[in-house]
Structures are given as structure tokens and as C-alpha cells.
């Protein structure tokens, strides 16, 4: 079973796709708010929905980057502010805005399991897809 870390420091947001990781049958290894926090989870998770402004500043792209190359988790970002990603995020899958609908949410994470089990799979509408 996949191993969802969710990297959002606003907490009724972070609740909010909490419930929604849980109710499409993934678990939640847990809530990061910053750099820190994302460093202690990532050794437990195997895919990310990581935002972009967190506690401790605009560190949601070194996060993602981070958990990619170090531990070869699936991140995808999710943010209100789409145009702040300006860095290479190669290792990234894609993106998605939000609000994100619960529906893509699940989707989303479909399509990364799809990947992670070496499948193709398509991207669902809705999320950015990175080269």
C-alpha cells in the first residue's frame, strides 16, 4: 500500500487532504509544515502532495526535490500559486492548483501508484504534467 506524506502547513487544508488521502484507501504517514518536519516523514512515504509556501517560507520546490532524489518518492505539487515554481524539478511528476477537487485529489494519486507499479497510465485532467 502506498504511503501518502502530505506537505501543508495550513492545518484545515492539511485535515481536509487528509480525509481525502484516507477515504480513497491510501494511508497518511503523516503532515509536514516545513523542511524539517518533511525530513523526519520521508523515509515513510512513497508518494508526496507537497505545497509550496510552508512555515518556514517558498520551500515546498526543495522539499519536493528532496524527497524525489533522496528517496525516490512520487511528488506531486499542489498550490495556489502555480507560477512560484521557477526552479528544475525534473524528479517531480507534476502539478496541480487549488483548490484541488477531492476527485482529483484521488486521481492523482492513482495515477502515481499506476507509475510506481511500473505502469504508463494518463495523467487525469486537471494536473501539469513536468517533462
Keep these: 500500500?502506498?504511503?501518502?506524506?502530505i506537505v501543508e502547513d495550513d492545518?484545515?487544508?492539511?485535515?481536509?487532504?487528509?480525509?481525502?488521502?484516507?477515504?480513497?484507501?491510501?494511508?497518511v504517514v503523516g503532515i509536514a509544515d516545513s523542511f524539517e518536519s518533511a525530513q523526519r516523514l520521508a523515509p515513510f512515504a512513497t508518494i508526496a502532495l507537497v505545497d509550496v509556501n510552508l512555515r518556514d517560507g517558498a520551500t515546498g520546490p526543495m522539499i519536493a526535490q528532496y524527497l524525489a532524489n533522496d528517496f525516490g518518492v512520487a511528488v506531486v505539487m499542489v498550490t495556489a500559486n502555480p507560477e512560484m515554481i521557477v526552479t528544475d524539478l525534473s524528479k517531480v511528476i507534476g502539478l496541480i492548483s487549488k483548490p484541488a477537487h477531492p476527485q482529483l485529489i484521488g486521481s492523482v494519486l492513482q495515477y502515481l501508484t499506476t507509475i510506481r507499479e511500473?505502469?504508463?497510465g494518463s495523467p487525469p485532467e486537471g494536473m501539469r504534467v513536468f517533462a
Aim: charged share 25%; aromatic share 4%.
Design 118 to 120: 511500473g505502469g504508463r
Design 11 to 27: 492545518a484545515l487544508i492539511a485535515a481536509d487532504v487528509q480525509d481525502i488521502v484516507a477515504s480513497s484507501g491510501y494511508e
Design 1 to 5: 500500500m502506498e504511503k501518502i506524506l
